[in-house]
C-alpha cells in the first residue's frame, strides 16, 4: 500500500489544496452466511463504515475495489458483483478534519467470494466487525444508505442507485 502522499489524490492535492475534487471510487459489501455485513471503524472519521476507496491512475472500479479489501481487511475478493451506485452529493460529499474535499462517484460491489484471515491495518481502520443491517452501530449516513441499498438489491436482484 502506498501512502496517501503517493497517492493519485495525494500528489493532486499539493496542486489544488483543499478545494473539492470530483473523485471516482468503491465500496464493497461482504455478508457472512448469518446475513451479516463485514463494517469496519473508519480511522479518518472514527464512526463504523464499510471497505472501499478512491480509484488510483490507471485502475479500474474492480481492480481498485479488490486492492482496497485486501488493504483494509487482509482478505482476498475472489469474486465481485457489481449492485449499484452512489453520487448523491448530499451523501457522497465529504471534508476531513484537514480541511479537503470531496465528492466522490463510488461503485457497489457484493463480495461474492472470498479467501484470507480478517485482519485490521490499523492506518486504515481501527477494526472491523460483523453486524447485522437493521442493527449497525453509528455510521456516516452513505454507508448506512449503501447497506440499505444493497440489502433492497437482495431482495429484487435489481440494481442499485443512491
Do not use: C
Not at 472491523?128 to 443491517?133: D, E, G, R, S
Amino acid at each position: 500500500m502506498t501512502g496517501f502522499e503517493d497517492s493519485y489524490i495525494g500528489r493532486l492535492r499539493r496542486l489544488v489544496g483543499n478545494r473539492l475534487l470530483l473523485v471516482p471510487g468503491t465500496r464493497l459489501l461482504l455478508a457472512d452466511a448469518a446475513g451479516r455485513i463485514l463494517i469496519e471503524h473508519r480511522r479518518d472519521f472514527g464512526v463504523w463504515g464499510l471497505p472501499g476507496g478512491m480509484v488510483e491512475e490507471g485502475e479500474s472500479y474492480e481492480a481498485a475495489a479488490r486492492r482496497e479489501l485486501t488493504e483494509e481487511t487482509g482478505l482476498v475478493a475472489e469474486a465481485l458483483h457489481p449492485f449499484g451506485h452512489s453520487s448523491d452529493p448530499a451523501l457522497e460529499t465529504f471534508t476531513f478534519s484537514n480541511g479537503d474535499r470531496i465528492q466522490a462517484f463510488v461503485a457497489m460491489f457484493e463480495v461474492t467470494r472470498h479467501s484470507g484471515t480478517l485482519a485490521s491495518d490499523p492506518r486504515e481502520a481501527l477494526g472491523h466487525a460483523w453486524a447485522v443491517p437493521d442493527s449497525l452501530p453509528e455510521m456516516l449516513p452513505v454507508m448506512r444508505a449503501s447497506v440499505e441499498a444493497f440489502v433492497r438489491f437482495r431482495k429484487t436482484g435489481k440494481y442499485q442507485a443512491i
